[in-house]
Each structure stands twice: as structure tokens, then as C-alpha cells.
């Protein structure tokens, strides 16, 4: 091998190892050490004066198994009565989610039922066009919130630049109903507190959220990942969006591998979506948001192909007895990933390799993402997921309860 080709593929393989590292390792200790030296925001009044309207957006499609619970869940919220409104987007008229949200005799709920379906971005559209709270709070139909989440999050509304406010998500394991949180969701989350300490938060999580409806902007129709550019645009508008960590949401994990894959590979394409609109955010105009946009998305959705570029140029300098032994423990842990896919137990190694399967899954996931956003037209609609509440239900008698709203 010519000694410039040997420089060049060094370069590569290093550069692409480092901007991995630094994506899942670096960036959160510069980002943990910047957020501890920070200035914590200032604080506010635990209730305001005057608690400000409310309307809490909820799209749902074919969600008849769980909508009740979930309308039970939003009516015992820790917020005045009078302040309040629910409102239901009903997308498509394919089974009695309609039905059981009129079967519910109370005020503060509104179904607004579309015919046809649509995807969720058109539901969000027309049901913010039609609210008439001064916040708009929105969830999902399968997520739970603490009775005390809706005023955690409306309280930061006292801070004028405050645009929005990201609650905190809790994934609650489908089998036993325990907390899932994982190694994984805890960095996460670690992560979107320090964003949020910096004044660098990115976008929302879609199961809690909040925004002024002033700021509200009609999302195009196509949109895979609403909530993050939802989030994003506030920051576009140069206000601020908050993390709040005592707005509690729950809702379950995805009940099988495959479910998650697919999951991640929406993430993926909506992520790549989202770029063109959001270039402005990665100027360095854009200060904190900007690097962490880099650091915590945009260098991690290209994280496949700095892997990719890694291992190929790692392979083309496998002569060299380092980058050898560099080969084969990169063999070695893609080899761990595949068998951390059928690892149980609580054990350290188990862990380790159930952690490395995850990674590799989650790139996968990206790289399947991008080739479906470079080489397929995206669609709004969503396909859901069944979940364990859904499959509980129906075993309980879910037909009958139907059959009561319809009036059979």
C-alpha cells in the first residue's frame, strides 16, 4: 500500500471513530461540566396568579382499547375545571374511537372526527386551528400523565421568553408494568436536563409538551417526527424551550424488537425530514442550540456511515498489526450485538452486551431511515403499534363496552 493511500484511510478511520466517541461520549461530559458551571434559571412561582386556558390536543387513530382510560387519565388532572378543554382528533372513522369519546358526559371534552384519514400532522393542524386555550398541550392516546404534570408545565409560561416546555417520559415495561427505564433512557434523559440548564433543549418528546399558541405554526402534512419540529421552530423564533423533569408522562416500551426497529426508523427518516428547515439551527448564530443540534442528532444520524467508514478503512489497513487487532475488536463487538439480541439476566457482561445490540440496532435503524427518506415518498399517516393495554382489554370484554357507546 502507497504510504499517501495508508495516510488518507488512517485519517478516515480515526476521524470516524472520533466523531462517534464524541457523539455518545465526549459531547455529554463537555455538556455535563458546561451545564454544573451554568447559572440555574431563575425560579418561579409554584402556581401563578391566575391559571392561563388550556387545551390539550390528543390525535388518535383506532385507539378504541385504550381512549377511555386515557380521557380519565386527562379529567383528573390537577387543573381548574373552567381553565381547561380536551380536545380528541379523531383521524379516520375505522373503529369506535368516536363513538366512545361522545360516550363520555362531560364539558371539557371535544371530538373533532375526521372522515378520512389523514396522519397525525394534519390532525395536529386542524385541532390547534380550532383551540382556544392560550396553551397548547399535546400527548398521545396510550400516554398517562401524573395529575400534576399539565400545571408543572404551564407554570413556566410566566417567564415571557419561555416559547415551550418538554415533560419527561417514563416507558413502563409491557410485561411486568415495572419501570423500563434502561441505561439508554437515563442518559437520555441525563442529556436533555443539561440541554435544558444550558438554554440548549431540542425539540419535544410527543407523549407531553406544551407551547404558547401564539408561536403555534401549521406543520407540513408530511412530517414524520411533528414533535421535534415543533420544538425546534420555537427555537427558530428565538424563545426558549424548557425541560421539566417533574412533568411526568407514562407510557409503554414497544413490546418486540421489531416494533422498536420500526420505531427508530421513522426517528430516522423524520430526522433527516426535518433538516433542510431546520438549517439556521446548526449556524453558529444559533450559539448553544446550534452545537448541541450537532453533537446530540445530527452528527448521531450519520452515525451509520462514520461506522461504515470506520470498518472499511480499517479493513483496507488490516496489514499493519495495530489496525489488525483494531479489525478484530470491531469484529468482536458487532459479533456481541448479535448475540446480545437473545442475552437475559441482570449480569454485567449480559448488560454490556444487550447495550452494544441496542447501538448497533439503533444505527441499523438510521441507515435504513435515511435510504426510505432519500428514496421513498413519506406519508403523515402512522401504523400503530398494538399494545398490552389494548390486548388486555379486549380479552376483558372491549366488545361489549363498545357495543354501550354505539348504542347497540
Known sequence: MEETTAIVLQVIF??????????????PVLLAILARRSRQPVSLPSEPVEWPSVSLVIAAYQEEAVILERLQN?????????????????????????????SVDDPRIRLLAFPQRRG??????????????SII???????????????????????????????QLILTDPTTGQNADGLYWHYENW?????????????????????????????????????????????????????????????ESAPSIGAEFKRRVRIGIGGFQCLPALASLLAPQAGRVAWAFWSHKVLRWFGPLFLLLALISNLALAGQPVYLGLLLVQLA????????????????????????????????????????WLFQRQSGTWSRTVRSQELALRERGLSAQISGARGD
Not at 406543520?219 to 419540529?229: A, K, N, R
Request: proline letters at 4%; hydrophobic letters at 45%.
Open 333 to 372: 463487538f458487532y459479533i456481541g450485538a448479535l448475540v446480545g439480541r437473545s442475552v437475559t439476566g441482570g449480569s454485567l457482561p449480559a448488560k454490556a452486551l444487550r447495550l452494544s445490540s441496542m447501538f448497533v440496532g439503533m444505527n441499523a435503524a438510521l441507515a435504513v431511515g435515511f435510504w426510505k
Open 74 to 102: 386527562a379529567l383528573q388532572m390537577d387543573y381548574p375545571a373552567d381553565r381547561l378543554e380536551i380536545l380528541i382528533g379523531c383521524d379516520g372513522n375505522e373503529d369506535a374511537t368516536a363513538d366512545l369519546v361522545r
Open 120 to 133: 397525525k400532522p394534519s390532525v395536529l393542524n386542524d385541532c390547534i386551528a380550532s383551540a382556544q386555550g
Open 14 to 27: 480515526w476521524s470516524a471513530c472520533g466523531l462517534i466517541v464524541y457523539a455518545y461520549a465526549g459531547y
Open 137 to 167: 398541550a399535546c400527548s398521545d392516546a396510550n400516554t398517562f400523565w401524573n395529575p400534576e404534570a399539565l400545571k408543572q408545565l404551564v407554570r413556566h409560561f410566566e417567564n415571557p421568553q419561555t416559547g415551550g416546555v418538554c415533560g
Open 191 to 251: 442529556l436533555k436536563t443539561w440541554e435544558g440548564r444550558i438554554g440548549a433543549s431540542l425539540g419535544f418528546n410527543g407523549a407531553i409538551y406544551a407551547i404558547r399558541q401564539a408561536l403555534w405554526q401549521p406543520i407540513p402534512t408530511d412530517t414524520i417526527v411533528d414533535d421535534f419540529l415543533i420544538g425546534m421552530r420555537i427555537s427558530l423564533l428565538r424563545q426558549q424551550v424548557v425541560y421539566e423533569p417533574a412533568a411526568i408522562a407514562h407510557e
